[in-house]
């Protein structure tokens, strides 16, 4: 088994809670209130910029070309996500100029950015593969299900076989450059509780 299935294993407990929480079941049948998914763009947004970030992190700490061109296509993924969040902000009329993290946003972005400064491509990854692997694996979860039509753009975006071939592009790199050590477990366990956390707030 390679490390990031490993890692993704170890962690399903984590996985299974945030698939059941109310605000992911509320993606699926439509009953998450319009303000927590407004205020969940924004946040998710402000996110995105310090995720892309701790891509370049990655980028510039790569080792052969084919990390240059692995972390250069995930770049331009955040910046597909983040033109779907300009589509909800023209629909749901969503400011997202000079957006104010709340708490879990800025213990996540400060989480990835101060790891990523410490130049350890190995365990940057492992922090930045939960958000990856985990919004896939709820895409296509959510898809198998009767999908309301209120957030169906959100299901069907993190569903794409597209976002899920991103995913195993950055799980490739995690099996590259990391290996099974206790900084590289607990980076992906942190960044599994911080994805919780980060949706239950939004509710």
């Given at each position: 088994m390679s490390l990031a299935?490993?890692?993704?294993?170890?962690?399903?407990?984590?996985?299974?809670?945030?698939?059941?929480?109310?605000?992911?079941?509320?993606?699926?049948?439509?009953?998450?209130?319009?303000?927590?998914?407004?205020?969940?763009?924004?946040q998710d947004a402000y996110f995105l910029d310090a995720f892309a970030r701790g891509y370049a992190f990655c980028l510039a700490n790569g080792t052969s070309r084919e990390d240059l061109y692995g972390f250069a296509e995930l770049i331009s993924g955040v910046v597909e996500e983040l033109k779907l969040h300009k589509s909800y902000t023209e629909r749901l009329q969503i400011d997202l100029s000079g957006v104010t993290p709340i708490a879990e946003t800025k213990f996540y972005v400060e989480f990835l950015l101060n790891t990523a400064r410490r130049g350890r491509l190995g365990e940057t990854i492992a922090a930045m593969t939960p958000c990856m692997r985990l919004y896939a694996w709820l895409g296509q979860s959510l898809a198998r299900t009767a999908v309301a039509p209120t957030y169906a753009d959100w299901v069907k975006t993190y569903s794409d076989p597209g976002f899920e071939a991103l995913a195993v592009r950055l799980e490739a790199l995690l099996d590259a450059h990391a290996s099974d050590t206790p900084a590289v477990r607990a980076n992906y366990r942190r960044a599994m509780e911080l994805e919780y956390g980060f949706f239950a707030a939004n509710l």
């Open positions: 299935l490993h890692l993704w294993d170890i962690n399903a407990d984590l996985a299974a809670r945030i698939r059941t929480h109310d605000f992911v079941q509320g993606l699926g049948n439509g009953s998450l209130p319009i303000e927590s998914f407004k205020r969940y763009v924004a």
